[in-house]
């Protein structure tokens, strides 16, 4: 496939990448929301909050070398599909800011600093609030539930251009050379 119609391999590398971490940061807090409150349920919520503050360097790096690097022509595809997927693509990219932010502005809120691997103090989103975290709470499982649907939709795509339209698609965002 000709260099022009892939993505650059920095793009190909940050879709993958933060397609990693953001479904193992969405399984991670599925199986830490219902543990009772032990060491490894804390360990837990800090590898999570850690992965989430990633996911949102990652958006941002991400974001500003889409602004700053033309994607590939869009394939041949009919008017709907072509609308559909440059504003599931939208979304998908409001969502790796809104989920990581919301559940920063929670942590905060619930009086749960997040201090990165640790060692780095980030500073709290907003004011310690219990009643407003739990305001906040169920917005972040909401949006992550958004983000995990979407991402289904987004894979179901583009395993349909693969296998049912054969267009080359996937060639596109594989990792390697073209």
């Known amino acids: 496939m000709p260099t022009s119609t892939r993505y650059s391999t920095p793009a190909i590398w940050l879709h993958w990448l933060m397609a990693l971490l953001i479904a193992g940061v969405f399984f991670v807090g599925l199986y830490l929301a219902d543990l009772p409150m032990s060491m490894t349920r804390l360990k837990l919520f800090n590898y999570h909050k850690w992965a989430g503050v990633i ?9 500003v070398w889409r602004l700053t690097h033309r994607p590939p022509a869009d394939l041949p595809m009919p008017a709907w599909q072509r609308l559909a997927a440059h504003g599931m693509h939208h979304l998908l990219y409001a969502l790796f800011f809104a989920v990581p932010l919301v559940g920063w502005a929670y942590s905060s809120a619930a009086g749960f600093p997040i201090v990165l691997f640790g060692v780095l103090p980030l500073p709290s989103f907003v004011a310690k609030n219990p009643e407003l975290a739990q ?10 539930w958004t983000m995990a649907l979407l991402v289904v939709a987004h894979v179901g795509a583009a395993l349909k251009h693969q296998f049912i339209d054969k ?11 073209g």
Do not use: Y
């Open 167 to 177: 267009d080359g698609l996937l060639d596109r965002m594989r990792p390697g050379r």
């Open 135 to 144: 305001l906040i709470k169920p917005w972040h499982e909401t949006l992550a």
């Open 55 to 63: 996911v949102l360097v990652l958006a941002v790096l991400r974001l």
